[in-house]
């Protein structure tokens, strides 16, 4: 099941979003210079294009936010640290995805986050 998505890192996929958000605002702007003849299809155009550019600046915001929630972890892939967000996410760096929770593990993961719900379930074992 997990194989079968390519994972993207979150933050990075929402800050992609956020870039290509500014893009699209000023490639709208430039569309509104363009109908500059047609004072209020150009009007229209800057507002849109400023609220693409305004709602960017939300969304970087966002990441911001969710930036402090994120877990840094360094990938076991390509060792470099990243940041997950939530029990499933990718590397930053290379795609590898990771994940928080032993049930979702389909793929490596890191091995260090891992390591007491690991103990737990020895010990789980052990009881028995
Ligand atoms: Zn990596």
Redesign the pocket.
Known sequence: MMADIVYKNKINRIRTFALSLIFIGMIIMYGGIMLRKVEWLMLIFFIIGMLAILFSCVVYLWIGMLSTKAIPVT?P??S?P?KMLGRVDA?M??R?PLTMDPSLEGKEFDEKYNAKKYRKQEKNHAAK
Do not use: D, E, G, M
């Open positions: 990938c892939s390509c470099k990243t590397c760096h290379c590898q």
